[in-house]
DNA sequence: AAGATTACCTGAAGGC
DNA sequence: TGCCTTCAGGTAATCT
């Protein structure tokens, strides 16, 4: 499941594979996947590719930039062979051979044009122009301070408040969950019930778990694949998440699994996260 | 108005 | 064996 590490690392791959090639052809297999409004640069070439929240943002010379939101099952990757992988709804022909397929079972992901004319930024800087008010803050680019003061003193418990965007953009079920672990946290605690202490233990783990799993290129439970079709490595890393019943790894007590937030789950230790 | 719930999607897995 | 139900969860829309 594509989370902020999988969207890094996806987009790190495409960006070695695609910049500096000119798009020459695109082929929409599936209308649904993209939205009415995208125009595909043809002729132009890519400037690079880069990622903000848990999207990948792929950006040509001209200014024109592609938004690939990979929903749960989104691939970008590189075509083999003359056959194409079941779901591929997009294919994007590059000079020198170099052809990208959007692979999705389920299609939940989706493509859309950017929203801000970017040729006269830098690609840091339109990102983060593009994307104000959609997302919140990078959790890698959060300071303690910013932190303290996105989501000190708030009433939405911990887990809702990391799965929704607005505030810090880029975690998920998996990483919510690993970094309340890690913090000693309780997964429905509210941060205006902890103490600074507590809180900043949230804000760094936050951080280093993110980092960690960037460096193992992201976790593959199932369809996440890099742009190369390599799994991620974090998966041995997990201490709670997919770990229901097993030892927790800090007081060997079984893990929890809630059935919580509707539709969905959270994993979680009693002892090393008490309700308090 | 914020918080909660549902729709979108398909493959895998489990129950009978 | 095979059919049916449930689950996976990112996101946006809808409901309360």
């Known amino acids: 499941m594509p989370e902020l590490p999988e969207a890094e690392t996806i987009a790190r791959g495409l960006d070695h594979l695609a910049r500096g090639r000119r798009l020459l052809k695109a082929r929409v297999l599936t209308a649904g996947i993209c939205e009415r409004r995208v125009k595909f640069p043809v002729g132009a070439r890519v400037r690079g590719a880069s990622r903000r929240a848990k999207k990948v943002l792929l950006t040509f010379e001209g200014g024109a930039t592609l938004l690939i939101s990979l929903g749960m099952t989104g691939q970008v990757l590189r075509r083999d062979g003359n056959g194409l992988p079941a779901h591929t709804h997009l294919i994007l022909t590059?000079?020198?051979?170099?052809?990208?397929l959007y692979v999705d079972p389920r299609r939940l992901g989706r493509l859309e044009p950017a929203r801000v004319a970017t040729t006269m930024l830098a690609p840091a800087e339109e990102v983060a122009v593009w994307c104000d008010g959609r997302f919140g803050a990078e959790p890698l680019d959060t300071t303690w301070p910013e932190f303290k003061r996105l989501v000190g003193?708030?009433?939405?418990?911990?887990?809702q408040l990391f799965l929704d965007q607005r505030p810090i953009a880029?975690?998920?079920?998996?990483?919510?969950?690993?970094?309340?672990?890690?913090?000693?946290?309780?997964?429905?605690?509210?941060?205006?019930?902890?103490?600074?202490?507590e809180l900043k233990r949230v804000w760094r783990e936050m951080?280093?778990?993110?980092?960690?799993?960037?460096?193992?290129?992201?976790?593959?439970f199932r369809d996440?694949?890099?742009?190369?079709?390599?799994?991620?490595?974090?998966?041995t890393r997990l201490y709670v998440y997919g770990r229901e019943g097993d030892p927790c790894r800090r007081c060997g007590k079984p893990i929890v699994r809630l059935n919580w937030p509707t539709g969905r789950s959270t994993h979680y230790c009693p002892t090393c996260q008490p309700e308090r």
Do not use: H, S, W
């Open 207 to 220: 951080r280093a778990v993110l980092r960690q799993a960037i460096r193992a290129c992201g976790t593959t």
């Open 170 to 197: 880029g975690l998920g079920n998996i990483y919510a969950d690993e970094v309340l672990f890690r913090a000693g946290v309780y997964p429905k605690a509210r941060p205006a019930d902890l103490n600074d202490e």
């Open 153 to 159: 003193g708030r009433r939405k418990v911990f887990k």
């Open 94 to 100: 590059f000079d020198r051979g170099l052809e990208l």
């Open 224 to 235: 996440y694949r890099t742009a190369t079709g390599a799994a991620g490595g974090f998966v």
